[in-house]
């Protein structure tokens, strides 16, 4: 048995020293890993996840060649490969469905991935060569696919060129995925199926190249030129082009009291008072709306609305109890940005403050950005910074690469490092409350550490222990970082560059979703190639107008706030109800929690209080989210604990809905004898007064003839004139015309 076992072995390492050179021979990294990619072995759900699946792990999409190659011929004896026969490889007998596999039978004796997998182990299962070509790039054909229609299939090629020039057809070995499966489908062999009209991007992937196919598929009837005619700026001509183009219908213009309310609500996150609503409706001027525009962005709300944008940008909060900064630090952050948007500062100018902040967050309150995102042990590195600050200023989603190859885009482990170089100076020094606030210093700039003022920039990688220089995401050549230098100020260059997309997308895409209620890219904080906008022209415009501003945030919500896109009607037509994604007609939303506390306080006159802060502050002007308000938290504020815009909630349920209905809270306010409803019987006002105040104070619209006939009549019938004014009150409150924008 010995004698027999210690032959085969000679013969496996003769057959490999044999193959070694043969130009037939399978490339582990080109053909094997691509291939395990292609049939979801190394995902996430199967053996591409951290603990593997049943004894047998694989790099999450083969971000980890060497070590995925250890485990199929080295662990527990070899046994996953037999060379003296391959067809009996416990591998291939699992694949093909012949031995227990959770993932069942995935290929066929004699098909073409089994005749390669036996010829990679017949050549000896060579694993990583130096001399291994890499993937330069894919092309995808057709590049992309229009006037496609329901039942019609469409085949895609895919070649790859490597780094020594020569190009391959790599269809077969690629992972195909659609971003939108209910719109067009696309099955393993690359065959896309267009299922309903619409469109959507199919993705592309082979080893860390991504590419996309944008599908369209027009909707059967075309829609009438005339209700495309108005149009007031370029983004109202890039977004009809795109509804002609798919052939669906646009909503009609939304009325003077929908426009006030919305805007009122979008802009400066309050509601208008009865008199200011009663003064627009009056307005015959044609220009009103543009007027109110610019009296939208000039009002001190206005600071206070987007001063908590940015707070929840920059994730200010207290970071821990112990955080020495406590709520004196995250106050001063918010009004130093407070006193940024009321100076109107260009975005590119903020940015820069905010990454090159330093020194202690008493004098530099921008500093409590790195508070909350270094952590506790003022380690940069190994912190969320370098995810924080990719999402936050580039709308770029890193942090699986930390750990692996992200799943989705061409970055790397070794890109998450480079860019987490650029903060490998960064040091946090916490101090006992008593002894003074923290600071952020840089290693080495102030003679603590000498070793360090000399040492070259960049941090070791911690799964193949190389040491990487800091290099932007997009792989630039940078200008060499002197030892003793801070990195960031490179880094802060490379971002706020004109020419970088991803920094003037990642802004335009937010404020594109603030106001318009989805972005051109979702989510809005993922932006990437394989996740395209939905509108490549109007995106490409928008970035370009924002810079051309000077990166003026106005500016760009005054083009957004005046385009006929902005005031269509949220109510749909036949050809656009079921559109989500192309800016047919306004989306409702629910309200963000602060605003919709501060509507309802506003509505019934009677203000809130929060713990620590004056009777009458609004909710959109606390800068702590940690102030302790059970409405805030139950309709979804952001805690701020990570960059992501999924922290703010906007999504209705049930408890809410009862918190509005039954909760004391409401009802004490509808009830107050300081409230509004209070002063209004107490001013002896006239039915039809009452009730036009209490419809302008809660929907910025006046009462229809059928609504004020229904109140009537519950007046008549005797009840108590207040208790029917309540009733009313209540009603109106709890609608969703109030609780929603729209």
Known sequence: MFRTTFLAVCLAVILSAGNAGADEAPSFVNDIVPLF??????????????????????SLRGYAPELDHTSLTREFSSRRISFTDPASSTLLRKVCGQAPHEGGKLISRGDRAYNLLVAWIRAGARGPQKDDPSSQSIRVSPEKITRAEPGQSHRLKVEVTFSDGKTRDVTWLCKFESNDAGQAQVDAHGVIHIRRPGETAIRVMFQTQVAVVVVTAPHERPVDPTRLAVRNNFIDEHVFRKLAELRIDPSDLCTDAEFLRRAYLDTIGVLPTPAEAKAFLADTRADKRNRLIDQLLARPEFNDYWALFLSDLFQNRKERDHDVRGTKGVRAFHAWLHKQVAANRPWDELARDVLLASGKCSDSPAVGYYIVTVGEHGDAVRSEVADSVAQAFLGTRI?????????LERYTQDDFYHFAAFFSRVKLDRQEPKKGPTSLRLLGADGREPHMAKA???????????????????RASIATIEPGADPRVVLAKWIIDPKNEYFSGAMVNRIWR???????????????PSNPPTNPELWKSLNQEFVKSKFNLKHLMRLM????????????????AVDTRFYSHYYARRLPAEVLLDAISSATGVPDSFPGYPVGIRAVQMPDPGTKSYFLTLFGRSDRVTACACERSGEVTMPQLLHLQNGESVAQKIRSGEGRLARL??????????????????????PTAGQKTAVRSALAEGDPRDVVYRDLFWALVNSKEFAFNH
Do not use: M, W
Not at 37 to 58: D, I, P
Not at 400 to 406: G, L, Q, S, V
Not at 459 to 471: I, K
């Open 399 to 407: 942090g699986c690469a930390r750990c692996h190859n992200h799943p």
């Open 561 to 576: 706030l005046q385009s006929r896109t902005y005031q269509l009607s949220a109510a749909t037509r036949a050809g656009n």
């Open 681 to 702: 019987l107490k001013e002896k006002k006239t039915e039809d007064e009452v009730i036009e105040e209490l419809f302008l104070a809660t929907l910025t619209r006046l």
């Open 37 to 58: 990619t292609r049939f979801g072995c190394n995902q996430g759900a199967c053996h591409g996840k951290g603990a593997g699946q049943n004894g047998f792990r694989l």
């Open 456 to 474: 070259k920039v960049g941090v070791n990688q911690p799964r193949t222990g190389q040491f990487l220089a800091p290099q932007p995401l997009d």
């Open 514 to 528: 603030h106001y318009l209620g989805v972005g051109l890219v979702e989510p809005v904080d993922d932006l990437r």
